[in-house]
């Protein structure tokens, strides 16, 4: 039952955005109004979800569906900072290098860094969507709801942070359905989905684990806002481009921060709930 009900939440949640905020185009998407009307649906449908589950679990306070709580966040907030850090160890390093090696003189790549400077008013509200709405709301809903009803079934914590994730990654499917209906080919759709729904994966597991190793969902909401900063690692200096000549070095670079990652994920964390 509990694996209905968090199927029930995954579909509820995706549901119920694109009731409040209806699919455009996805040209579109990057819209001042749509990006308005997602926003409000993400906090309506987040608190109802929230509000049910309470609710039918008698005895539950909102704050520990959501999973809000935890002792010494301020080091947990450090600690996640630190390690994901460390897990887009490749990553950064590709940013920094361009930043370091960029020439005004000629037509350079640019770092992904530029992307996070709003200039415009649609650039303040993509900011706003990707770094603190749909942080929070999805967090709160595929870490804190889902993963507190996995743990009423009674399913142990490296199950639950495989489990979770499952619910978490096709709700971005909505994405590939957007833009069948723009026009573009499943060709183009086909693989990025699929690189889409692996990464988003892999984020939920860390994020997953992440929440039940410090009992806070304020270190899985950081751990996704650096997520949707760094996007999926660009691996473009192998073939070519100014970065070629560092290639091997950077691809080391992205592999270490892998090994470092799980090397230091359980001496930093403490598992506390």
Same mark, same amino acid.
């Given at each position: 039952?509990?694996?209905l009900?968090c199927?029930?939440?995954?579909?509820?949640?995706?549901?119920?955005?694109?009731?409040?905020?209806p699919?455009?185009?996805?040209?579109?998407?990057?819209?001042?109004v749509?990006?308005?009307k997602?926003?409000l649906?993400?906090?309506?449908?987040?608190?109802?979800?929230?509000w049910?589950?309470?609710?039918?679990?008698?005895?539950? #306070?909102?704050?520990?569906v959501?999973?809000?709580?935890?002792?010494?966040?301020?080091?947990?907030?450090?600690?996640?900072?630190?390690l994901?850090?460390i897990?887009?160890?490749?990553?950064?390093?590709? #940013?920094?290098?361009?930043?370091?090696? @960029?020439d @005004?003189?000629?037509?350079?790549?640019t770092? *992904?860094?530029n992307?996070?400077?709003?200039?415009?008013?649609t650039?303040?509200?993509?900011?706003?969507r990707n770094?603190v709405f749909?942080?929070i709301?999805?967090e709160?809903?595929?870490?804190?709801?889902?993963?507190?009803?996995?743990? @009423?079934?009674?399913?142990q914590?490296?199950?639950i942070?495989?489990t979770?994730?499952l619910?978490f990654?096709?709700?971005?499917l909505?994405?590939?359905?957007? @833009?069948?209906?723009?026009?573009?080919?499943?060709?183009?759709?086909?693989p990025?989905?699929?690189?889409q729904?692996a990464?988003t994966?892999?984020?939920?597991?860390?994020?997953?684990?992440?929440?039940? *190793?410090?009992g806070?969902?304020?270190?899985?909401?950081?751990?996704?806002?650096?997520?949707?900063?760094?996007?999926?690692p660009d691996l473009?200096?192998w073939?070519?481009g100014?970065?070629?000549?560092?290639?091997?070095?950077?691809?080391?670079l992205?592999?270490?921060?892998l090994?470092?990652?799980?090397?230091?994920?359980?001496p930093?964390?403490?598992?506390?709930?």
């Amino acid at each position: 039952m509990s694996i209905l009900f968090c199927l029930l939440v995954s579909l509820s949640y995706v549901i119920g955005l694109f009731t409040v905020a209806p699919l455009a185009r996805y040209q579109e998407r990057d819209s001042v109004v749509h990006i308005r009307k997602r926003l409000l649906a993400a906090s309506i449908v987040t608190a109802m979800i929230v509000w049910v589950t309470s609710t039918l679990n008698n005895g539950t #306070q909102v704050w520990e569906v959501c999973g809000l709580g935890g002792v010494g966040i301020v080091r947990h907030l450090l600690t996640t900072l630190l390690l994901m850090t460390i897990f887009y160890l490749g990553p950064v390093s590709v #940013q920094l290098a361009l930043l370091l090696l @960029k020439d @005004k003189s000629k037509e350079r790549l640019t770092p *992904r860094f530029n992307l996070w400077i709003p200039t415009t008013s649609t650039d303040a509200h993509v900011l706003l969507r990707n770094l603190v709405f749909a942080p929070i709301s999805e967090e709160i809903i595929f870490r804190g709801v889902v993963v507190f009803l996995l743990r @009423k079934s009674g399913l142990q914590q490296s199950s639950i942070v495989f489990t979770a994730p499952l619910f978490f990654a096709p709700a971005h499917l909505h994405h590939a359905v957007v @833009k069948y209906w723009s026009g573009y080919t499943s060709q183009h759709v086909l693989p990025e989905t699929l690189n889409q729904l692996a990464y988003t994966y892999i984020f939920g597991c860390i994020a997953t684990l992440l929440y039940l *190793r410090t009992g806070t969902i304020a270190a899985s909401i950081l751990s996704h806002v650096i997520c949707n900063i760094v996007q999926l690692p660009d691996l473009s200096f192998w073939t070519g481009g100014q970065l070629f000549p560092f290639r091997h070095v950077l691809l080391l670079l992205h592999g270490l921060g892998l090994v470092l990652f799980v090397l230091f994920i359980y001496p930093l964390t403490e598992a506390e709930t």
